[in-house]
């Protein structure tokens, strides 16, 4: 079985990236295949990356306060390309009242701050496969 592959995506305007830098760093030291996409990227262009790198999961990290449009778009947008399968998962500044409704949309995990990277990568691990992809 080959490694995890994971996207970590900065979208949107957040300027702000030692998070995501720091996730994935803990991914990648875990053993696992990661695809940094660096700031500012659009939903468009995370969901072509992780078709185009057969992503086993995008990690979106976002700060701005524009989660619930963002991880819509790239939940839809996989959804469109025949890539549900494709776990979403994310962190960042994320109220909890916001929570549900992004497990409603199909996110799988929001990690908010005080998260461990041991907790991340034990919960990747869990919860994303490569086996079905």
């Known amino acids: 079985m080959r490694p995890l592959r994971i996207v970590v995506a900065k979208p949107g305007l957040d300027g702000h990236d030692r998070g995501a830098k720091v996730v994935a760093r803990a991914l990648r030291d875990a053993g696992m295949e990661v695809i940094y996409t ?12 992780a078709l185009a790198e057969d992503a086993d999961a995008v990690g979106l990290s976002v700060l701005s306060g524009a989660h619930l449009t963002l991880f819509r778009r790239v939940v839809d947008q996989l959804a469109e390309a ?26 799988a995990h929001v990690f908010t701050p005080g998260a461990t990277m041991a907790d991340i990568v034990a919960w990747v691990r869990q919860n994303v496969s490569s086996a079905d992809r």
């Open 82 to 107: 025949e890539a549900s399968d494709i776990v979403v998962f994310g962190g960042g500044i994320i109220p909890a009242a916001d929570r549900a409704e992004l497990a409603e949309m199909g996110v």
């Open 38 to 49: 660096g700031l500012h990227q659009t939903p468009e262009q995370i969901v072509a990356t």
